[in-house]
């Protein structure tokens, strides 16, 4: 089991930078791949990014839509996955989530169902 709370959302304009954090509590986090998935008003859940077990080079994805503006990262040491955000646009508007995959899942993955569990989401608004 698993629980993860997210942080660092908020209010900001076109073009400008967040950060935002999912610290994680339970066991294993280094045993399972994270991500990050968003959900705009009236819109799907939304793959961003994701990153296995190690956090090394090769092992990150991301949607199109957030690649070469976002940065996914992880410090196994002290359970927490971030998402550096730059350049942010009034479509990145939505509610953010951390999602961990179940221990063992080391890979990182841009399905939503293979997240096992998930933040309540922090709310990042993007104005014009």
């Known amino acids: 089991q698993v629980q993860l709370v997210e942080s660092g959302g908020g209010l900001v304009q076109a073009g400008g930078s967040l950060r935002l954090s999912c610290e994680a509590s339970g066991r294993s986090f280094s045993s399972r791949a994270m991500g990050w998935f968003r959900q705009a008003p009236g819109k799907e859940h939304e793959f961003v990014a994701a990153i296995s077990w190690s956090g090394g080079s090769g092992s990150t994805l991301y949607a199109d839509s957030v690649k070469g503006r976002f940065t996914i990262s992880r410090d196994n040491a002290k359970n927490t996955v971030s998402l550096q955000m730059h350049s942010l646009k009034p479509e990145d508007t939505a509610v953010y989530y951390c999602?961990?995959?179940?221990?063992?899942?080391?890979?990182?993955?841009?399905?939503?169902?293979?997240?096992?569990?998930w933040g309540p989401g922090t709310q990042v608004t993007v104005s014009s």
């Open positions: 999602a961990a995959r179940k221990v063992g899942d080391v890979v990182a993955s841009r399905a939503q169902p293979n997240y096992d569990y």
